[in-house]
C-alpha cells in the first residue's frame, strides 16, 4: 500500500431512501475499495472496515444492522423534525459568526490606527531626542513644534 494509500479514510455507509420513504440498504455506487466504508450500525468501537462489496452485502443480513435499519425506519420524523431543528441553528450560527467578523474587522481597524499612532509619536520621541541632544531647548516647544498634539491617543475599546 503507497503512503497515499494509507492517508485514505474509509467513508461512512447510509442506506437509501426507497419510493414509499424508508430506508433500505444498497451498496453505495462510488464504492471504493481502497477507501472502504464504515457502517453507523455498529459502535465506535466495534467499527469494521468494509472493503469488498460481497462483505458489506453480507454485513447488511446481520441482526445488528438489520435493527439500526427497523430503528432508523420507526424514528423517521423525530429525524426529520432533528433536522429541521438543525437547520435552524446552522443559520444563526452562521449570523453569529458573520456578526463577530464584523466586531473583528472594527478591531483590526482600531489596532491598524493604533499602531499608526504609535509610529508617529516614535518618529516624534526620535526628533525631540535629536533636538534635545543638539540645542538644549525647551521640550514642550520642541513638540508643539512638530504638532505632536495632533496625535489621537483615543485607544478607547468598546
Ligand atoms: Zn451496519
Known amino acids: 500500500m503507497s503512503s497515499f494509500q494509507a492517508q485514505l479514510t474509509p467513508d461512512t ?23 472502504g466504508f464504515y457502517c453507523p450500525c455498529r459502535s465506535r468501537k466495534e467499527k469494521i472496515c ?9 454485513h447488511f443480513k446481520t441482526n445488528n444492522h438489520e435493527l439500526w435499519i427497523a430503528s432508523l425506519n420507526s424514528n423517521k420524523h423525530n429525524y426529520l423534525v432533528e433536522n429541521e431543528e438543525l437547520k435552524k441553528l446552522v443559520e444563526s450560527q452562521k449570523l453569529q459568526i458573520s456578526e463577530q467578523a ?13 499602531l499608526n499612532a504609535i509610529k508617529s509619536l516614535n518618529v516624534m520621541i526620535e526628533i525631540y531626542h535629536k533636538e534635545t541632544d543638539n540645542d538644549n531647548c525647551n521640550s514642550i516647544d520642541t513638540l508643539n513644534q512638530h504638532n505632536i498634539y495632533l496625535i489621537d491617543f483615543n485607544f478607547y475599546v468598546v
Open 13 to 35: 455507509y447510509y442506506p437509501s431512501m426507497n419510493a414509499e420513504g424508508n430506508y433500505v440498504d444498497v451498496i453505495p455506487f462510488n464504492f471504493n475499495v481502497v477507501q
Open 50 to 58: 468494509f472493503t469488498k462489496k460481497t462483505t458489506l452485502s453480507a
Open 102 to 114: 464584523k466586531v473583528i474587522d472594527k478591531q483590526n481597524f482600531k489596532i491598524t490606527a493604533q
